[in-house]
């Protein structure tokens, strides 16, 4: 059986931390499709031209080196405005969300153009100021040089581009239900979601 949960939204607002935890609740399997242009964007910064990337891309690199750095986050938010690379990397989650036993995508596009008939449609936000300080403290954690001021900037210059690109931009789908995490902890809004899927899933299952 399938049974897909799409959840998008920006930068920082919990999506990651939410998808895992229905996946492992759920037993679902689950893509962070943020990664795949991470590894996009961290292949331009080699000099090569972001649709050859896309083009070529492997699974495997999604788990090689650490993707999650401010400057692969900026290169992956501009390369995602280009349709070739956002066309070349359909498949290859549209595969993953039809997978046997259920599948959580996160992004920004999943509900609205990846899987517009997801069983479950989220878009997770929280104020910018929350989202930034939360990257900054993951950030910090991992001994990046970073400012609270530069993370905000960029948080608000990648949500700018996100949501305005012509191609599949960032925004909930007409039928999603929104989670707004910025006065949430990571429990009470893990429930919320929870009881989000619990209501879709089939009494089968
Ligand atoms: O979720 P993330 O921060 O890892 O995503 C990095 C960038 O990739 C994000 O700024 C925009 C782009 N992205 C996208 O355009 N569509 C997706 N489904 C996922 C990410």
Same mark, same amino acid.
């Given at each position: 059986?399938? #049974?897909?949960?799409?959840?998008?939204?920006?930068?920082?607002?919990?999506?990651?931390?939410?998808? *895992?935890?229905?996946? @492992? !609740?759920?037993?679902?399997?689950?893509?962070?499709?943020?990664?795949?242009? !991470?590894?996009?964007?961290? !292949?331009?910064?080699?000099?090569?031209?972001?649709?050859?990337?896309? *083009?070529?891309?492997?699974? @495997?690199?999604?788990?090689?080196?650490?993707?999650?750095?401010?400057?692969?986050?900026?290169?992956? /938010?501009?390369?995602?405005?280009?349709?070739?690379?956002? /066309?070349?990397?359909?498949? #290859?989650?549209?595969?993953?969300? #039809?997978?046997?036993?259920?599948?959580?995508?996160?992004?920004?596009?999943?509900?609205?153009?990846?899987?517009?008939?997801?069983?479950? *449609?989220?878009?997770?936000?929280? /104020?910018? *100021?929350?989202?930034?300080?939360?990257? #900054?403290?993951?950030?910090?954690?991992?001994?990046?040089?970073?400012?609270?001021?530069?993370?905000?900037?960029?948080?608000? @210059?990648?949500?700018?581009?996100?949501?305005?690109?012509?191609?599949?931009?960032?925004?909930?789908?007409?039928?999603?239900?929104?989670?707004?995490?910025?006065?949430?902890?990571?429990?009470?809004?893990?429930?919320?979601?929870?009881?989000?899927? @619990? !209501?879709?899933?089939?009494?089968?299952?």
């Amino acid at each position: 059986m399938r #049974f897909t949960v799409a959840i998008d939204g920006p930068a920082a607002a919990g999506k990651g931390t939410i998808s *895992k935890g229905i996946a @492992e !609740r759920f037993g679902f399997s689950h893509l962070d499709t943020g990664l795949l242009y !991470r590894a996009v964007g961290r !292949r331009t910064l080699d000099g090569t031209p972001a649709a050859e990337a896309a *083009k070529a891309l492997k699974a @495997e690199e999604l788990e090689q080196g650490d993707l999650r750095t401010a400057e692969i986050a900026q290169a992956a /938010s501009k390369v995602a405005v280009i349709p070739e690379v956002r /066309s070349a990397l359909v498949d #290859f989650q549209r595969a993953f969300a #039809f997978r046997a036993g259920g599948a959580v995508l996160d992004g920004r596009d999943i509900g609205t153009v990846i899987c517009p008939k997801a069983e479950v *449609k989220l878009f997770v936000t929280a /104020s910018a *100021k929350v989202r930034a300080e939360r990257r #900054f403290l993951e950030l910090k954690a991992k001994g990046a040089d970073v400012t609270r001021d530069q993370v905000l900037t960029d948080v608000k @210059e990648r949500d700018a581009r996100d949501a305005q690109r012509s191609t599949a931009p960032m925004k909930p789908a007409k039928d999603a239900s929104m989670l707004d995490t910025s006065s949430l902890s990571i429990e009470e809004a893990l429930a919320q979601a929870v009881a989000i899927v @619990e !209501r879709k899933l089939p009494t089968d299952w």
